[in-house]
Every structure is written in C-alpha cells, then in structure tokens.
C-alpha cells in the first residue's frame, strides 16, 4: 500500500495506483528538483551532535524545505500538463558541489488525468 495524500481535494498524489481509483490517462512523467546549500554554523552544530548524539535539527528542517520545494516543482508541473494527480512517487537524495555542501532532492512520477 503506498501513501496517499488528501490534502488537495482536486489533486492527489501517491506512491503507489490507489486502490478504487480507476487509472484515466497517462500523461508522462513528470519532476521537481530543489537544491540545498550546507551553511558553516550548521555544519558545526551538526558536527557537535554527532559527538555528543541526538538530532541535526537544522539540517532536518532544510532537508524538509527542500523536498516540499521539489513536490511543489512535481505538482507544478503536472498541472502544467492537465493532471489532476501523480502516481508512482519517488524520492531520490544526492549530495552535490567539489566540497560535497549541496544536497539535492529530486522526486519524480507519472502524471494523470483521472
């Protein structure tokens, strides 16, 4: 069973062909990409947490910014293209730059028109 979002009553998206909703029309696939650069202090905050255990909250929060940036860039461009979902989500994470101090998040999917 994948995750099914409700929050937008007229477009939905999933990770999975929701059980009871009858595939329309594919209409391609579609992605959204955010890019995050790592900052000093909070390199050395997280730094400091791994020596002494808990939670990089600063990165958590960036992290979470980026991948709602890239579902809005996903959504965006679905509607671009007339759906009224996307189903087959994926996450992927890379780390970027000569120095390794960008983190991209990049989600893709297949748009539909149901």
């Known amino acids: 069973m ?3 979002s409700k ?3 007229d477009f939905f998206l999933s990770t999975t ?4 909703i009858t595939r ?3 209409l391609g696939v579609v992605n959204g990409e955010a890019v995050i650069g790592a900052n000093i202090f909070r390199d050395m905050f997280a730094s400091v947490r791994d020596v002494v255990g808990g939670r990089a909250g600063g990165y958590e929060r960036a992290l979470s ?3 709602d940036a890239a579902v809005e860039g996903l959504i965006e461009a679905a ?3 007339g759906a009224n979902g996307v189903i087959g989500i994926d996450f992927d994470y890379e780390v970027l ?3 390794n101090g960008m983190m991209m998040v990049a989600v893709s999917g297949t748009a539909v028109k149901l």
Do not use: C
């Open 7 to 9: 929050s937008d009553k």
């Open 65 to 67: 910014g980026a991948r």
């Open 17 to 20: 062909t929701p059980e009871g």
């Open 24 to 26: 329309g029309q594919y």
């Open 97 to 99: 730059g000569e120095t």
């Open 79 to 81: 509607k671009e293209l």
């Open 2 to 4: 994948g995750w099914f």
